[in-house]
């Protein structure tokens, strides 16, 4: 999960852990890519797409698609309406502000489950 506000990281990774799944954070891209880097057994990331660092969210998914093509995307944004060219084939988006639960939820139907 890779969200740069503090306490909206904290609340969406208690409703992932809640849901059943292993969260790990991210404040930004770069710290995403290094997780990514570091880890296999990543299936999804859910991304804001307004980030400081100089990597948005969108180009966080394209780079993700690229080099992991086989893990979901989930991009949210309560400014940013991707069109669904801009979505990589894997990636799926949600408008903020959304309900925790659902936003998980989501989460899990990308993983297969339901």
């Not at 990331?45 to 394209?62: K, N, Q």
């Not at 995307?73 to 894997?90: H, M, T």
Request: proline share 4%; charged share 25%; aromatic share 4%.
């Amino acid at each position: 999960m890779v969200e740069d506000e503090g306490l909206l990281r904290i609340c969406m990774a208690e409703a992932l852990q809640n849901a059943g799944l292993t969260v790990f954070e991210a404040v930004n891209a770069t710290d995403a890519l290094k997780v990514l880097d570091a880890r296999n057994d990543i299936r999804v990331v859910l991304t804001d797409i307004e980030m400081p660092g100089g990597i948005d969210g969108l180009a966080l998914s394209a780079t993700i698609h690229e080099r992991w093509p086989e893990i979901g995307v989930v991009i949210a944004s309560g400014r940013i309406r991707p069109d669904a060219a801009e979505l990589p084939a894997n990636g799926e988006f949600i408008a903020k502000p959304y309900d925790l639960d659902e936003m998980a939820v989501r989460v899990v139907q990308m993983l297969g489950g339901t």
